[in-house]
């Protein structure tokens, strides 16, 4: 059965596995939440060494660059903070030191909700999308568990709500109207991803005309499924 409109959640947790894509999976609804007063952590898996289409590039000084990217995109939205755990971008999985350190966050952070990927799309050819995803399952099941990381010193913490972005059997939308924009503002602070994500290269003013379009498509798209004019599409897990 189709769900829209949670209630405003007072805590939320996003992990996404690169910089950015927070911004495409849930951007809206986060500045939604945060704008009615819920407080939103992010946390970033890998460090976004490889997300450049020049081979010349230096890893280290993209590393630096997709940080404050992501750190700008996160003040549009509202974001109160961001971590970042640094995996080698294209090499995380799910060894017990990531475990750890994803439970860790959940812990620290106690939200109620947590957005992540969705682990099953096999149309999601990026093994870090297919990967975090099941991470962050994982790590939510140590971390409610005491006897999971017991040396971390923090108060397990169970979360009411998972809801997966990029599912392709989505089955909650959020409303996102008013903020939208936000969305596709927060997207354009990853400059560094212009032209190997958002397709702005060569023709700046009419690429940029068609990126827009592109994610304003997206959330009508997403939006008709509930009967709206533009929404955020998620799968959600309550069994937890």
Same mark, same amino acid.
């Given at each position: 059965?189709? +769900?829209?409109?949670?209630?405003? !959640?007072?805590?939320?947790?996003?992990?996404?596995?690169?910089?950015?894509?927070?911004?495409?999976?849930? %951007?809206?609804?986060?500045?939604?939440?945060?704008?009615?007063?819920?407080?939103?952590?992010?946390?970033?898996?890998?460090? %976004?060494?490889?997300?450049?289409?020049?081979?010349?590039?230096?890893?280290?000084?993209?590393?630096?660059?997709?940080?404050?990217?992501?750190?700008?995109?996160?003040?549009?939205?509202?974001?109160?903070?961001?971590?970042?755990?640094?995996?080698?971008?294209?090499?995380?999985?799910?060894?017990?030191?990531?475990?750890?350190?994803?439970?860790?966050?959940?812990?620290?952070?106690? !939200?109620?909700?947590?957005? +992540?990927?969705?682990?099953?799309?096999?149309?999601?050819?990026?093994?870090?999308?297919?990967?975090?995803?099941?991470?962050?399952?994982?790590?939510?099941?140590?971390?409610?568990?005491?006897?999971?990381?017991?040396?971390?010193?923090?108060?397990?913490?169970?979360?009411?709500?998972?809801?997966?972005?990029?599912?392709?059997? !989505?089955?909650?939308?959020?409303?996102?109207?008013?903020?939208?924009?936000?969305?596709?503002?927060?997207?354009?602070?990853?400059?560094?991803?212009?032209?190997?994500?958002?397709?702005?290269?060569?023709?700046?003013?009419?690429?940029?005309?068609?990126?827009?379009?592109?994610?304003?498509?997206?959330?009508?798209?997403?939006?008709?499924?509930? %009967?709206?004019? +533009?929404?955020?599409?998620?799968?959600?897990?309550?069994?937890?």
């Amino acid at each position: 059965m189709l +769900t829209t409109d949670l209630a405003v !959640p007072e805590r939320v947790l996003a992990v996404g596995a690169h910089p950015d894509d927070i911004e495409f999976g849930c %951007g809206a609804t986060i500045a939604k939440w945060a704008d009615a007063g819920a407080t939103i952590h992010c946390c970033i898996c890998t460090d %976004g060494s490889k997300g450049s289409w020049d081979p010349d590039a230096d890893p280290g000084a993209l590393v630096a660059t997709r940080i404050a990217e992501q750190e700008d995109a996160a003040a549009v939205l509202g974001v109160k903070a961001v971590e970042f755990l640094g995996y080698v971008d294209g090499e995380l999985d799910d060894a017990l030191d990531a475990r750890e350190a994803v439970a860790a966050v959940i812990r620290r952070t106690r !939200p109620d909700v947590v957005f +992540t990927h969705d682990p099953a799309p096999i149309a999601r050819i990026h093994p870090d999308h297919r990967r975090a995803g099941y991470l962050v399952l994982d790590a939510i099941v140590a971390a409610r568990d005491p006897l999971f990381f017991p040396e971390q010193g923090l108060e397990p913490h169970r979360p009411s709500l998972v809801l997966l972005f990029e599912s392709e059997q !989505p089955d909650h939308v959020e409303r996102i109207d008013a903020t939208v924009d936000r969305k596709i503002a927060s997207l354009l602070r990853h400059r560094s991803q212009w032209r190997s994500t958002m397709h702005i290269d060569d023709r700046p003013e009419e690429q940029h005309a068609a990126f827009v379009r592109e994610v304003r498509d997206t959330a009508a798209a997403h939006g008709l499924r509930a %009967g709206v004019r +533009t929404g955020e599409a998620f799968r959600r897990f309550t069994d937890l």
